[in-house]
């Protein structure tokens, strides 16, 4: 059973259902859980998630699926980040925004589509290789 006083939806409820495509197994799943690359300087750190997201959307083949979590929900905002995020999305990469945490950082998702950790656990699981930078 799941302790909807915790505020953290593990179930699929208003968010809708995820695509059977996504959820079959053998996809590349890329999950980022920050708006920066590595743990230097935040200006740095920032430009290597920018531009590990450009050369992805030069070279998306095999990807299935971007997953943003809590401060990745970030890299959807205005800037560098947002348009590779867009381009992925235009060559049919899925872009899934954790819904707990476009709320808890404010956020209004500008790509991709807000979904329940729960859909994101069943797509890392079913995932052939999960690649976090």
Same mark, same amino acid.
């Given at each position: 059973?799941? #302790? ?14 995820? #695509? ?14 920050? #708006? ?40 959807? #905002? ?56």
């Amino acid at each position: 059973m799941v #302790d909807k006083t915790q505020e953290v939806y593990l179930v699929p409820s208003e968010l809708g259902e995820i #695509d059977e495509e996504l959820l079959e197994p053998g996809a590349t799943v890329i999950l980022l859980n920050s #708006d920066t690359w590595g743990q230097g300087a935040f200006e740095t750190g920032r430009k290597l998630m920018e531009g590990f997201l450009a050369a992805l959307a030069e070279a998306a083949a095999g990807v299935r699926a971007v997953v943003l979590v809590n401060r990745g929900v970030l890299l959807g #905002d205005e800037g560098p980040a947002r348009h590779s995020l867009d381009a992925l999305e235009r060559q049919g990469v899925e872009i899934l925004v954790c819904s707990v945490s476009a709320r808890e950082h404010g956020v209004v998702p500008i790509v991709g589509r807000q979904v329940a950790l729960f859909h994101i656990v069943q797509t890392l699981l079913r995932a052939k290789k999960v690649i976090t930078p």
